[in-house]
């Protein structure tokens, strides 16, 4: 199903700007409670390029597990400010085992404000019966 | 605050996750994932009910970060996290962890992880930590 991915596979995204409001109401629904600049995980607002990306490969993202994550804070983040996001995949692995085939797909994101790397997201995802 | 390897975080104890957060976070992250919203789709991938997103456990490790390392007085540079449970509504969270390793110039490793009220580990991970003193030298 995932033939037609390739690693090093790069895809660019306009991004958007994110609103005073729209950050508020991220730390009030994850309950970021202790932030007084920007949540640390709020980055995830700009990551729908990679369930796009996903969706356009044709994963059924009801079959999707996000296994890890991890964010890499280079530059204060920016609210308000339209965004650059480059998605690279950096790995898929696929195996098939009792459950049928699983694949593990690698995604790495660079957020970007005005060309400077601001967040550096790996995303790993598990999808069942690829 | 001088850490030291080993030395524990505070615990901190967060809310249950609710249905209604769920939706409210699909809608705020754009992650709309069926298996999130709707206990049929979750039931057809094997589970008993929708599942919380595992960026809403990142999160409650992320806040929770910051009662050891408020931001006045550090910078977190890398957060990682493993998925290691899947969650549902109604699960409380406690998120702790323990210094893993301080460098000479009082860089910090961190070790985390978030319990559910089983004790059962959801999530565990990492972050790098570097005191605002060493980041403004």
Do not use: E, K, M, Q
């Given at each position: 199903m995932l033939e037609q991915v390739r690693i090093g596979e790069v895809m660019e995204s306009q991004g958007r700007a994110i609103s005073r409001e729209e950050m508020e109401a991220f730390a009030r629904v994850t309950h970021s409670?202790?932030?007084?600049?920007?949540?640390?995980?709020?980055?995830t607002v700009l990551r729908k390029p990679e369930f796009d990306w996903l969706a356009g490969v044709k994963?059924?993202?009801?079959?999707?597990?996000?296994?890890e994550q991890e964010y890499e804070y280079r530059a204060p983040f920016r609210s308000g400010a339209t965004s650059l996001i480059r998605t690279t995949v950096e790995d898929l692995k696929e195996r098939t085992g009792k459950q049928g085939t699983i694949a593990i797909i690698v995604l790495k994101s660079e957020i970007l404000f005005n060309g400077e790397i601001s967040v550096v997201s790996k995303t790993t995802f598990m999808v069942r019966g690829s | 605050m001088r850490w030291r390897a080993q030395q524990e975080l505070t615990v901190v104890k967060k809310p249950a996750f609710t249905r209604e957060q769920l939706k409210e976070y699909a809608k705020v992250s754009?992650?709309?994932?069926?298996?999130?919203?709707d206990d049929s789709v979750a039931k057809q991938m094997g589970f008993p009910s929708v599942i919380v997103h595992g960026m809403l456990s990142m999160a409650y490790l992320a806040d929770s970060l910051l009662v050891s390392f408020p931001e006045k007085e550090y910078r977190i540079l890398r957060l990682s996290t493993r998925f290691r449970r899947v969650a549902f509504p109604g699960d409380a969270l406690s998120c702790g962890g323990k210094i893993k390793k301080v460098s000479d110039s009082g860089e910090l490793v961190v070790s985390l992880w978030a319990k559910n009220q089983r004790d059962e580990i959801v999530a565990d991970g990492e972050a790098d930590v570097k005191p605002i003193a060493l980041v403004n030298a």
């Open positions: 409670d202790r932030f007084t600049s920007v949540p640390l995980t709020l980055a994963v059924n993202l009801a079959n999707l597990l996000h296994t | 754009g992650d709309g994932n069926l298996i999130h919203l």
